[in-house]
C-alpha cells in the first residue's frame, strides 16, 4: 500500500499530530497561532487543521527561538518576508508559464498558412503541405503590360 501524497499547503493534520511531527507541546502550537506565527487553517467547526508547511514554520520558529535566540516578534516578522517571498514566487512562476505558452501560441500563430478556401472562405493551411484538395488552390493572375 502506498502512502497518499498531498500538496505542501494542504491542511490535513489535527493539533496533536502537528504538535508531535514539530517537536512541540500542543499548548505551545495554540499560543503561536494566538501570536500570529504560524496560522492554521480552520475547519467549520474552528478546529486547526495543520499543513506540511505549517510543520516546517514551526520547526523555523523553534530552531530560531532556541539556536538563534530570537525573539517571538523576530520570528514572526522574518516568518512574514519569507511568506511573501514564498507568494512572490509562486506568481513568477505562473507569470512565467503564461510567457511560456504566449510564446508557444505566438510561433504557431507565425507558422500558420492561410488561404481562400472553395466558397470563398479563409481557411488555415499548414506550411508546409500541400494542399488536400486541389479545387481550393489559390491562383494569382497578373496582367501582362500591353505594348503600343
Same mark, same amino acid.
Given at each position: 500500500?502506498?502512502?497518499?501524497?498531498?500538496?505542501?499547503?494542504?491542511?490535513?493534520?489535527?493539533?496533536?499530530?502537528?504538535?508531535?511531527?514539530?517537536?512541540?507541546?500542543?499548548?505551545?502550537?495554540?499560543?503561536?497561532?494566538?501570536?500570529? &506565527?504560524?496560522?492554521?487553517?480552520?475547519?467549520?467547526?474552528?478546529? =486547526? +487543521?495543520? %499543513?506540511? !508547511?505549517?510543520?516546517?514554520?514551526? $520547526?523555523?520558529?523553534?530552531?530560531?527561538?532556541?539556536?538563534?535566540?530570537?525573539?517571538?516578534?523576530?520570528?514572526?516578522?522574518?516568518?512574514?518576508?519569507?511568506?511573501?517571498?514564498?507568494? &512572490?514566487?509562486?506568481?513568477?512562476?505562473?507569470?512565467?508559464?503564461? =510567457? +511560456?505558452? %504566449?510564446? !508557444?501560441?505566438?510561433?504557431?500563430? $507565425?507558422?500558420?498558412?492561410?488561404?481562400?478556401?472553395?466558397?470563398?472562405?479563409?481557411?488555415?493551411?499548414?506550411?508546409?503541405?500541400?494542399?488536400?484538395?486541389?479545387?481550393?488552390?489559390?491562383?494569382?493572375?497578373?496582367?501582362?503590360?500591353?505594348?503600343?
Amino acid at each position: 500500500m502506498s502512502v497518499p501524497r498531498f500538496a505542501e499547503s494542504a491542511a490535513v493534520f489535527v493539533i496533536s499530530v502537528a504538535a508531535e511531527l514539530a517537536g512541540m507541546h500542543p499548548q505551545t502550537l495554540r499560543q503561536y497561532d494566538r501570536l500570529g &506565527l504560524v496560522s492554521p487553517h480552520r475547519t467549520p467547526g474552528r478546529g =486547526r +487543521r495543520y %499543513s506540511a !508547511r505549517d510543520i516546517e514554520q514551526l $520547526r523555523e520558529v523553534q530552531r530560531l527561538s532556541q539556536e538563534e535566540g530570537v525573539n517571538l516578534a523576530g520570528i514572526k516578522r522574518i516568518l512574514e518576508l519569507e511568506n511573501e517571498v514564498h507568494e &512572490l514566487r509562486a506568481r513568477l512562476a505562473e507569470v512565467e508559464e503564461d =510567457r +511560456r505558452r %504566449s510564446s !508557444r501560441a505566438e510561433a504557431t500563430m $507565425r507558422r500558420r498558412l492561410f488561404a481562400a478556401g472553395p466558397a470563398g472562405d479563409i481557411v488555415s493551411v499548414p506550411m508546409g503541405r500541400p494542399f488536400s484538395n486541389p479545387s481550393s488552390e489559390l491562383v494569382v493572375w497578373r496582367p501582362t503590360q500591353v505594348r503600343s
